[in-house]
């Protein structure tokens, strides 16, 4: 989309390649974006959009305005700006302002957008009005791709003014979880010195940014997940004291019971939580074994545009539950996730302990019920029964010794996980 005609002036063109037949114009529907150059763009594969902002226009005409193009129906959304029928008004205040020229680069749920140049008038000298005068930048923003909220980053130290610059997420390097990497890049103030530069001064210095979420509470350690092969795994012990701490940061464990099917009566578990990309594979967020053998999954599932959270017996065999949809409720933000399920008892002519069946199963998040359909026309008996208890629990992926075809693991940051299990 846009860039500079054959003439020079600020294009409005939209077009599509493909390797087979070359470039094809598009005609998409709805209102469009202003024809412009210097525009930044970032592109959230998930949902196959395509989200710019800023850039130059006719005059020159510094814009501040964010749209998105959907790649699937072909068309614009205006999600801030003048123009009618946008979703918002531009951002004047608590923004980044007009700008063109500005680096972009998505992380997760979130773009980034650093420097740019920048306008500002100023009085002409010995007469009367006042003139534009083009200046660069070395803030850095970040747009929140599901709510289209713009915060300002901070930090200590950061590279000089400067636009054309390139954005690269580089992700884990050493110290730094979600690393993005700012390069070169041309300074234009010195077009303003007497005398004046001939051209803007190219740079070729690098620099690094963590852009990860910070934890919940600075004394606590969050556990960050690559959506790979990142997964907590936590071997559940016989226990008969009140309260256990595992070795895990941040996990407790709370119980007076033995751990076989016989003490099961009530499980809760809870974890804060921010998932930090669409949900489009199915998505583990919690597994319970006995041994090698799933007995019980929680995870998000994609159905359209919505996401729930599905509770699963013998991953596979039968679906107990689904709560949703809770899309909103749950991507790009923190929030208290908690499951619990309640117990039942049945008895069996070859077992002289009785076996344990799921009878309810909820869902809270921070503090809220979420509405679930499930149990309908399931024989609790025969398919909700569970003929072990469990040994083991792990976070945000399956057990790396056990298929799961069909499943991914968890993208995101997760705090302060606890399982409860009172008698």
């Known amino acids: ?35 412009r150059s210097g525009h930044s763009t970032v592109y959230d594969n998930a949902v196959y959009q395509m989200v710019i902002a800023f850039g130059i226009g006719s ?20 999600l801030q700006g003048s123009q009618p029928g946008c979703k ?9 302002g007009d700008r063109a020229h500005a680096a972009s680069v998505r992380v997760g749920l979130n773009g980034f957008y650093f420097g740019g140049i920048r306008g500002s008038l100023q009085d002409c000298p010995g007469q009367q009005g006042k003139r534009q005068i083009f200046s660069t930048a070395n803030d850095l923003w970040q747009l929140d791709l599901i709510s289209y909220k713009w915060t300002a980053i901070q930090s200590a130290t950061s590279p000089d003014k400067r636009a054309f610059s390139s954005m690269v997420y580089a992700g ?12 070169g890049g041309a300074q234009m103030d010195c077009m303003r010195n007497n005398p004046p530069c001939a051209v803007p001064q190219p740079m070729k210095d690098i620099w690094l940014i963590d852009v990860a979420k910070k934890e919940t509470d600075a004394a606590d350690t969050m556990a960050v997940f690559d959506g790979i092969d990142d997964i907590i795994s936590v071997q559940l012990p016989s226990w008969y004291a009140l309260c256990m701490q595992t070795a895990i940061e941040g996990l407790m464990l709370f119980d007076d019971r033995s751990a076989d099917k016989t003490s099961l ?22 597994d319970l074994y006995y041994e090698d053998t799933p007995i019980l999954r929680w995870y998000f599932e994609s159905v359209g545009s919505d996401v729930f959270c599905v509770l699963v017996l013998k991953p596979g065999k039968v679906e107990v539950k689904r709560w949703g949809p809770i899309q909103q409720q749950m991507i790009g933000q923190w929030h208290h996730v908690c499951l619990t399920l309640r117990f039942g008892r049945v008895y069996s002519p070859t077992d002289y302990d009785p076996d344990v069946v799921i009878a309810q199963a909820f869902m809270f998040i921070d503090g809220d019920t ?22 083991s629990l792990y976070v945000a992926g399956n ?3 056990v298929d799961a075809s069909g499943y991914q693991n968890f993208k995101g940051n997760i705090d302060r996980i606890r399982l409860w299990w009172p008698s």
């Open 1 to 35: 989309f846009g860039g500079t005609g054959s003439d020079g002036s600020a294009s409005g063109y939209l077009g599509a390649f493909k390797p087979v037949s070359g470039w094809s114009k598009v005609l998409a529907s709805g209102n469009h974006p202003q024809a």
């Open 59 to 78: 005059g020159p005409t510094l814009m501040g305005d964010v749209w998105m193009f959907d790649l699937v129906h072909f068309s614009w959304t205006c």
């Open 88 to 96: 918002a008004p531009a951002v004047t205040t608590g923004g980044p």
């Open 172 to 183: 884990h390097v050493g110290s730094l979880v979600d690393a993005v990497v700012v390069i």
């Open 265 to 286: 009566s009530t499980l809760w578990l809870e974890a804060w939580t921010l998932l930090a990309t669409r949900v489009v594979a199915r998505t583990i967020l919690f």
């Open 370 to 391: 979420v509405q679930g359909t499930g149990f309908a026309g399931i024989n609790i008996k025969d398919n909700l029964r569970l003929t072990t208890g469990v040994t």
């Open 399 to 401: 057990s790396p010794s």
